[in-house]
């Protein structure tokens, strides 16, 4: 059974770069059958992806955060990361790994997730 | 981007209700419609994806039904484990976005 965990500061300041670790447990990030995902949820609001790594060591990005983004793998420690560069307040949120299960054509969906890691950005 | 909107956005139930949950996309989707369960201080959970595929271990109170622009979620009789928030996503097109999720509330 897959299982992941984030880990990484909870507090970050203005400007600064956020960075957070997905560990994987059951599964391996090398496996072809499987995007590894970030996600994110301000407090009290909705959900948004912000991008995924797969097992050739690419990486795809959400939009509205690419300028500022960076998701790479470490398969020797089945690891994956998020960072995020000259983060505001806006940045606040609880931020989840999970993996990205690819179906046919489109289909896409998100399961399991890890339990979050919530980072504040503040002074 | 593809908008999903979701009605309403929160309501009130009581056990052994029926409760529908409703989302729409801002353009067709074909059947590429995920809704995912999230209790308070809680990752969200897979429920139903691709339209109407029952998660594993999900109970069968659950459906989803839809196609193209407008999808339901179904709880056929609401139980007391059921009482969270829903937010259906769209995978036809990236960016992946969700809705912005209907919280399911005791009555």
């Known amino acids: 059974q897959v299982q992941l965990q984030e880990s990484g500061p909870g507090l970050v300041k203005p400007s600064q770069t956020l960075s957070l670790t997905c560990t994987v447990s059951g599964g391996s990030i090398s496996s072809a059958d499987y995007y590894w995902s970030w996600i994110r949820q301000p407090p009290g609001k909705g959900l948004e992806w912000i991008g995924f790594f797969y097992h050739s060591g690419g990486s795809y990005y959400n939009p509205s955060l690419k300028s500022r983004l960076t998701i790479s793998g470490d398969t020797s420690k089945n690891q994956f990361s998020l960072k995020l560069i000259s983060v505001t307040a806006a940045d606040t949120a609880m931020y989840y790994c999970?993996?990205?299960?690819?179906?046919?054509?489109?289909?896409?969906?998100?399961?399991?997730w890890g339990q979050g890691s919530l980072v504040t950005v503040s002074s | 981007d593809i908008q999903m909107t979701q009605s309403p956005s929160s309501l009130s139930a009581s056990v052994g209700d029926r409760v529908t949950i409703t989302c729409r996309a801002s353009?067709?989707?074909?059947?590429?419609l995920n809704w995912y369960q999230q209790k308070p201080g809680k990752a969200p959970k897979l429920v139903i994806y691709t339209s109407s595929t029952l998660q594993n271990g999900v109970p069968s109170r659950f459906t989803g039904s839809g196609s193209g622009t407008d999808f339901a979620l179904t709880i056929s009789s609401l139980q007391p484990e059921d009482f969270a928030t829903y937010y259906c996503?769209?995978?036809?097109?990236?960016?992946?976005?969700f809705g912005g999720g209907t919280k399911v509330e005791i009555k």
């Open positions: 353009q067709s989707i074909s059947t590429y």
């Open positions: 999970a993996r990205l299960i690819p179906g046919d054509f489109a289909d896409k969906w998100f399961d399991p």
């Open positions: 996503q769209q995978s036809y097109s990236f960016p992946l976005t």
